[in-house]
T-cell receptor
C-alpha cells in the first residue's frame, strides 16, 4: 500500500517564475488536501478536493495560486509569478471520506524562491 | 474558526524519561490527530483520537472531548522520538480541513 507521493521534493526558483507541484494520493482516497508550512509553524490549510471538485479554498490562496484535480486522482498546485514570501513547504494529504476522514500526508515539496 | 493550543512549546528530556504533551481546542471536534514531524519534514500519523484512549507501543493518547483537550504520553523516550509533535483538529462546521497547533519541539538527549 503506497502512501501519498509528491514531486518534486525540492524546488528552487527565481522570483517571478511559475512553478507546479504534483501530488498523488493514496489510491482509493477521494479527498485530497493542500497545506503550506513555513518555518516554525504548523501546516496551514490551502484547499481541498472531493473527487474532482474543489470544495474549499483558504483566503491564503491568492489569485496567483491555482489547484486542479482533473480526474479525481492526482492533483497539481501551480504558483504564478512567485514571490519570496511563497518560500515554504507545500504538503499534500489524502483521506477517505467513509473512513473517519483520517488524513495521511506526503513528504512535501520544499520551495525556495530566490 | 477553531483555535488549537499546544504545550509546552519546547521540551528537553534525558533518554528514558517520560513526557506528556497537551493540546487544547476551542470547540467540539469531529476529528483529532497527533503527528510526529521528522527532521525531513514528513508528518507521521501517530493517533486518530477524537475521543477516548489509545495506545501504540511506548506512545498513548487520551482525548477528553467534553473538556476539549487531548494528551499525548511518551514513555521511556528514545533519541529517535526527537522532532516536532503536532495536534490537529477538524470540525465539519468549519469545513473538512485540519487546523494545526503550533507544535511541541521535543529533544531527547542520550
Amino acid at each position: 500500500d503506497t502512501g501519498v507521493s509528491q514531486d518534486p521534493r525540492h524546488k528552487i526558483t527565481k522570483r517571478g517564475q511559475n512553478v507546479t507541484f504534483r501530488c498523488d494520493p493514496i489510491s482509493e482516497h477521494n479527498r485530497l488536501y493542500w497545506y503550506r508550512q513555513t518555518l516554525g509553524q504548523g501546516p496551514e490549510f490551502l484547499t481541498y478536493f472531493q473527487n474532482e471538485a474543489q470544495l474549499e479554498k483558504s483566503r491564503l490562496l491568492s489569485d496567483r495560486f491555482s489547484a486542479e484535480r482533473p480526474k479525481g486522482s492526482f492533483s497539481t498546485l501551480e504558483i504564478q509569478r512567485t514571490e519570496q514570501g511563497d518560500s515554504a513547504m507545500y504538503l499534500c494529504a489524502s483521506s477517505l471520506e467513509q473512513a473517519q476522514n483520517e488524513q495521511y500526508f506526503g513528504p512535501g515539496t520544499r520551495l525556495t524562491v530566490t | 474558526g477553531i483555535q488549537v493550543e499546544q504545550s509546552p512549546p519546547d521540551l528537553i528530556l534525558q533518554e528514558g524519561a517520560n513526557s506528556t504533551l497537551r493540546c487544547n481546542f476551542s470547540d467540539s471536534v469531529n476529528n483529532l490527530q497527533w503527528f510526529h514531524q521528522n527532521p525531513w519534514g514528513q508528518l507521521i500519523n501517530l493517533f486518530y483520537i477524537p475521543s477516548g484512549t489509545k495506545q501504540n507501543g511506548r506512545l498513548s493518547a487520551t482525548t477528553v472531548a467534553t473538556e476539549r483537550y487531548s494528551l499525548l504520553y511518551i514513555s521511556s523516550s528514545q533519541t529517535t522520538d526527537s522532532g516536532v509533535y503536532f495536534c490537529a483538529v477538524e470540525r465539519s462546521w468549519y469545513g473538512n480541513k485540519l487546523v494545526f497547533g503550533a507544535g511541541t519541539i521535543l529533544r531527547v538527549k542520550s
